[in-house]
Every structure is written in C-alpha cells, then in structure tokens.
C-alpha cells in the first residue's frame, strides 16, 4: 500500500540523453515535490508544484524541467543529463489542507546513474 | 549561518545507549520541526514531530528550544536497527509549508 511511488528505481542513461522520472501519489496531497540527493548531502529542493502552480527554486538548472498532469501525478525531465546529475530523486507529497504545518511523505526514490 | 546545522557523526554507540543528537535552525520565524530517519540509500521517513512542549514516542524523545533555536532527539536503549542517519527538518518560516534539511547526523549501533 505504497502511498507515493516512483519509478523506475534504479535509471541508468547515457551522458546528454534525455531521461524522465515518474511520481504518483495515491494520498491526495495538494503539494508535490522533486528533491536532489547527492551522498552525505540533505536533499536539495528543485521545485514543487502548488495544486497547479509550478514553483522552480532560484538555482535549479535550466536542464531540469517538471510537469503535473493531474493532482496524481508529477514527472520530473531531464533534458541532457550530464554526470553531476547522477544521484538520487527523490519525490515528496505534502497537504495543506489542514495547516501549513504538515510533514512531507516521501518515495522510494530514483537511483539515476550516468554513462 | 546554516539554515539547518546538525553534527554529522558518526555517532558509534554500543547496543542498549542512550545518545542525543542536536540540531540548530535560523529562522526564528520557523514554527514546524521535524526528526526523519534516513537509511542508506533509502528514502527519508518521518521518526516524530517535535512539539513546543516536547514529545515522546517509545524509546524516542525530541525537545524543541524555540529561544536557543535548538532541536534535540534522545534515543534510549538504542537498538541494532536504529542505525540511520537523522535528519533534523524545520520549516521555512511563518506559514511556510516548505522544509528545509539538515545534512543528518549518522548513528551507528554496535552489537
């Protein structure tokens, strides 16, 4: 009963080849975030979406790019990896809809590695 | 100033201690706190909340020093699977629904 769930695991892909990371969420949340995770690093904010407002933080790249079809569903593009990208994505849901105050609910994470 | 500041360890205790972990935040205008548990190349998941009177859950106390602007959380009786890393996760400010993280403090359990 996995309630935010990303696929695939694990995605290798070749250096300047475009790749996208999918996220679901079956908890209705309102928010929908996409965290960069480099070793022994807290996890970085790329941008979130807001219901449908999309939200880049200042320093995100311009090679990172998000779209969310639906409250359900969030992806994340990469549009020409280089080897710095490689890490772990990762995507969190939170709500809003009973305060600001609530803690943020994570998946398992994609693994991405670069050739 | 970090916005989150935590040591990051390694903390090596022996089954059946009791150790603390601290972290620092700031903004002053934070109001939300939280401690995640992070295993290795796993996913954050939340441990507790950290409420302004201070909370409690099994072996697992969290304090919050709003003057100090100091977080703390107390593993008693750590056991073998409590080895993670944990990360100290405050708000970004009055009414912010976005969380900022700290690096985590490594916790190694030792038979």
């Known amino acids: 009963d996995a309630m935010v769930i990303q696929n695939p695991r694990y995605q290798v892909t070749q250096f300047g080849k475009p790749v996208t990371l999918s996220c679901s969420q079956t908890?209705?949340?309102?928010?929908m975030y996409w965290y960069q995770q480099k070793s022994s690093q807290a996890p970085k904010l790329l941008f979130h979406?807001?219901?449908?407002?999309?939200?880049n933080e200042a320093d995100t790249p311009d090679n990172f790019q998000s779209r969310r079809p639906n409250t359900s569903f969030c992806f994340l593009d990469i549009r020409s990896p280089g080897l710095g990208d490689a890490a772990m994505y990762l995507c969190?849901?939170?709500?809003?809809?009973?305060?600001?105050?609530?803690?943020?609910?994570f998946g398992d994470g994609t693994r991405l590695s670069i050739l | 100033r970090k916005e989150v500041e935590q040591d990051p360890g390694p903390f090596n205790v022996p089954e059946g201690a009791t150790v603390a972990f601290n972290c620092t935040y700031s903004?002053?205008?934070?109001?939300?706190f939280f401690w995640y548990r992070q295993d290795c190349r796993k996913e954050p998941k939340l441990l507790m909340s950290?409420?302004?009177s201070g909370n409690e859950d099994g072996r697992f106390t969290a304090q919050l020093n709003r003057a100090s602007q100091y977080i703390s959380l107390l593993i008693r009786d750590s056991k073998l699977s409590d080895s993670a890393t944990y990360l100290c996760?405050?708000?970004?400010?009055?009414?912010?629904?976005?969380?900022?993280f700290g690096k985590g403090t490594k916790l190694s359990v030792i038979p």
């Open positions: 969190a849901t939170s709500s809003t809809s009973t305060g600001f105050n609530q803690p943020q609910h």
């Open positions: 908890l209705n949340h309102n928010v």
């Open positions: 979406y807001y219901d449908k407002d999309f939200n």
């Open positions: 903004n002053s205008a934070s109001q939300s």
């Open positions: 950290v409420y302004s």
């Open positions: 996760v405050v708000n970004k400010g009055a009414g912010s629904y976005q969380l900022t």
